[in-house]
Nanobody
């Protein structure tokens, strides 16, 4: 059974930093691309960042480039999202996602349908 468990969310002020973590189990983790998505109230879930199974390829939505960094530790079956210079518009529930695996070492999808497994989400609230 696949499980993805996010942690690290919270309430911060604009300009602060947070580090989200996602612990994965039930996967051949080193062969899964991983992604972070977010959903703000009243809005659709959107792509934030993705990383290929070896970590060599990363992708970001334009609004977070230069502020957020996705990384992974395959030895710990974990993926992280370091978020710096947070803005009120970053407020959302953040979800960790894993693809079906074995899609290729440089592959990391940016669309919801490319991911098969999802965590329950962690709330990030940024006050102005």
């Amino acid at each position: 059974q696949v499980q993805l468990v996010e942690s690290g969310g919270g309430l911060v002020q604009a300009g602060d930093s947070l580090r989200l973590s996602c612990a994965a189990s039930g996967l051949t983790f080193s062969r899964n691309a991983m992604g972070w998505f977010r959903q703000a109230p009243g809005k659709e879930r959107e792509f934030v960042a993705a990383i290929s199974w070896g970590g060599g390829s990363t992708y970001y939505v334009d609004s977070v480039k230069g502020r957020f960094t996705i990384s992974r530790d395959n030895a710990k079956n974990a993926v992280y999202l370091q978020m710096n210079s947070l803005k009120p518009e970053d407020t959302a529930v953040y979800f960790c996602a894993a693809d079906r695996g074995f899609r290729g070492p440089g592959v990391a999808g940016t669309r919801l349908y490319e991911y098969d497994y999802w965590g329950q989400g962690t709330q990030v609230t940024v006050s102005s």
